[in-house]
């Protein structure tokens, strides 16, 4: 797979997944635009290895995806340097925040929705009909098992990765006839800054002694009895970029280790 050529924007891709996804696109040849929350020494080390990856093709540009005129102001930015926009977009980033409906805050409720829903929604309208005059394009939303099923205290978390979902069927059918696919990943527990926190609720509320004995019992509860890698949901977005996924759209995609089955 060569994806030479084609660029990439990742939103969220300065750790844990988003970070994974966008080194994978780069060592396949993509020009990769980064985006996330990190202290400057940590962005500008980004910016040089990512640089090193892709023959200076790399560049970081700050973007507060609570706010959708800073998400403007991005897409203004990356049309500056590519006029063409982007061919392969990644909607990664995201926040949890677990409390029972009663108390949950409605700021909270704002920024979950902003992050993973309008974000996406704002990106993928700002690119899709560069996507479409150049007849290809790639739209992969980062959902979560969650979007499909939800657990105590994280109805608002599987309310904006359900909707990501429906957004993404719907782009889908509209993307179809110009060679433009868009799916939504849905990922079991992967460990992340995202899931750490629940590993220590989890610890806390089970008695359990250490932070590695809780890790573990905690990812178990899937039937493959471990965490999902990042490097597979890397694996799965690099395929789903290629020619082989061209049919493959508005899909909802699993992998989870078979915790939704249960």
């Known amino acids: 797979m060569d994806f030479s050529g084609?660029?990439?924007?990742?939103?969220?891709?300065?750790?844990g997944i988003g970070l994974g996804i966008a080194r994978t696109l780069a060592k396949k040849g993509c020009t990769v635009i980064l985006t996330g929350l990190a202290d400057q020494t940590t962005i500008d080390d980004l910016v040089n290895e990512f640089k090193i990856l892709c023959n200076e093709r790399a560049s970081f540009l700050p973007c507060d995806m609570r706010s959708r005129d800073s998400?403007?102001?991005?897409y203004q930015e990356i049309s500056k340097l590519y006029p063409d926009g982007v061919?392969?977009?990644?909607?990664?980033?995201?926040?949890?925040?677990?409390?029972?409906?009663?108390?949950?805050?409605?700021?909270?409720?704002?920024?979950?929705?902003?992050?993973?829903?309008?974000?996406?929604?704002?990106?993928?309208?700002?690119?899709?009909?560069?996507?479409?005059?150049?007849?290809?394009?790639?739209?992969?939303?980062?959902?979560?098992?969650?979007?499909?099923?939800?657990?105590?205290?994280?109805?608002?978390?599987?309310?904006a990765k359900s909707g990501l979902i429906g957004l993404s069927r719907g782009v889908a059918l509209e993307g179809a006839p110009f060679g433009v696919t868009c799916n939504a990943?849905?990922?079991?527990y992967v460990y992340t800054a995202v899931t750490d926190p629940q590993v220590r609720a989890f610890q806390e509320k089970e008695g359990i002694s250490?932070?590695?004995?809780?890790?573990?019992?905690?990812?178990?509860?899937?039937?493959?009895?471990?965490?999902?890698?990042?490097?597979?949901?890397?694996?799965?977005?690099?395929?789903l970029c290629t020619s082989g996924a061209n049919s493959m759209t508005g899909s909802p995609i699993v992998i989870d280790g078979g915790f939704t089955l249960q």
């Open 71 to 74: 998400v403007h102001q991005m």
């Open 185 to 188: 990943i849905c990922p079991g």
């Open 6 to 15: 084609k660029v990439a924007l990742v939103t969220g891709s300065t750790s």
């Open 87 to 159: 061919d392969i977009l990644v909607n990664n980033a995201g926040i949890n925040h677990v409390r029972p409906i009663e108390e949950f805050p409605d700021e909270k409720w704002d920024e979950m929705i902003s992050i993973m829903l309008s974000s996406p929604f704002d990106l993928i309208k700002y690119f899709i009909s560069g996507m479409k005059r150049k007849r290809w394009g790639r739209i992969i939303n980062i959902s979560s098992m969650m979007g499909l099923i939800s657990q105590p205290g994280k109805a608002v978390y599987s309310a």
């Open 210 to 239: 250490t932070f590695e004995e809780a890790k573990d019992k905690f990812f178990s509860r899937a039937p493959t009895g471990k965490a999902v890698e990042v490097e597979q949901i890397c694996d799965l977005v690099a395929f």
